[in-house]
């Protein structure tokens, strides 16, 4: 361990220079991107596993839409609870104890025999991978300040659109390359999980304060929005209270409502996109491409808007995030109506889907700015699961619409204008963010 550490019991925490701090700040960064970039090994596999699921256990794509639901219904509680959890306990150990529970629970999913077996760990382990990305929100907070915040979480929701990709091509593997059954689906991918949080466990610390050191002067200088939002007299170590005061923020139901459409456009993608290219119409892709891996394509547009959201809104907008929102969430209800009305060819189908992915996606890293800098960074954790429990209560509540819909017609395309629609509804609740 670095000998810049020190135990806060033992030594007053001491300042340190620019250039140590950087240090520091960025390892923290990159420990939590580490650790979340595996995370969704362990619950963005799903759609893969939905066709091995309907040969084998006989279940309807609403029933399986429902179950995916449930799983999205319990992340968003989750997040309710554990954004509040990662203020009290702390996201350093919050985070690690999401990751080795989540792995267990998908190994439990891989045993499953009928729908209740299937949904009871899925949905179980939604609300423990709630643990992962406030925590980690968290932590990133405490050492990066407001003036770079996009920066850094556009850094950390990159890795959450990598962690997509890795959910993609190591399912792409299991079934395409190993010709293995969906059970393994569920057990192989989440290792990685496994191992990034146990290794961000021991790399990362909470704060600076934990770490023994105290921000430059130069640093804390330029965070002149950081305190705004505080309340004087009220206690913001107890949890109803910090509820109180997030919830009582009307940009917060602003936001929650905007990446709720955002994050129902989302899943729409990640989870019906490898259904509908795994349909009769895809068997055979252009060049020999196999229309799994056509898919990858959406998580990389994903990877790669989620790095350029958040960093346009501190380069181009003044920090002011609802701008760039509301230009990529427009720009991704064009493609997929693209994608829903075009007739693409394999090359064509992923240079689209790489662009609905950069634009579908890419706002969460101005969001996920937002909610420090709408509340305060001691408040962040809770703010950040409120936000994120609207964003997966929209979610759950658009899969079993859209797995209905396409057992009743058949046309697996129609996930599209739904996320389009989905896309523009974001749009127009951002508008009233004005942050």
Known sequence: MSSTFQKPSEFDPVEVSEQTYSRLKWRMLL????????????????????????????????????IS??????????????????DKWG??????????????????TSFAVGAKTLAVPWAANGFVQAAGW?????????????????KSFSFYTFAAGMASVLAF????????????????????PVLLMLVGGITFYLVARESPKAAGVTPPASHTARDVIDEEPQVDGEDQERSLTRYRLVLRNRKIWSTGVAIGFQ???RYGLLIWVPVHFLG??????????????????????????ALTNGQLSDRFFGSRRDRPIMLFMLAGGICAVTLWLADLGTYGAMVVLFLAGFFVYGPQSSFWALCPDLVGKRMAGTATGVVNCFSYVFAGAAEPLIGHLIDGTKDTSLVFPIVATSCVLSAAAAFTIRR
């Not at 595996?38 to 279940?59: E, H, K, N, V």
């Not at 792995?103 to 439990?108: A, D, K, V």
């Not at 406030?134 to 996009?150: K, Q």
């Not at 010709?179 to 057990?187: A, D, G, P, Q």
């Open 69 to 86: 639901g449930a799983m999205l219904w319990s992340y968003a509680l989750g997040q309710m609870i554990n954004g509040n959890l990662a």
């Open 280 to 305: 009769s119409d895809w068997k055979s892709g252009d060049g020999g491409i196999s229309p799994l891996w056509i898919t990858v394509a959406l998580p990389f547009g994903m990877a790669v808007g």
């Open 169 to 188: 091509v190591t399912s792409t593997l299991v079934v395409d390359t190993f010709h293995l059954s969906w059970h393994w689906i569920f057990r192989i």
């Open 134 to 150: 406030p925590s980690g929100g968290r932590v990133i907070s405490n050492w990066w300040g407001s003036h770079e915040r996009g």
């Open 91 to 108: 996201g350093h150990r919050l985070m690690t104890a999401g990751a080795v529970v989540s792995t267990i629970l998908n190994w439990c």
């Open 31 to 66: 420990a939590a991107m580490f650790c979340y970039l595996f995370f969704y090994t362990g619950r963005q596999t799903f759609g893969f596993a939905i066709p091995g699921l309907q040969a084998d256990l006989g279940l309807s794509k609403t029933t399986l839409g429902a």
């Open 263 to 265: 994050n129902a456009a």
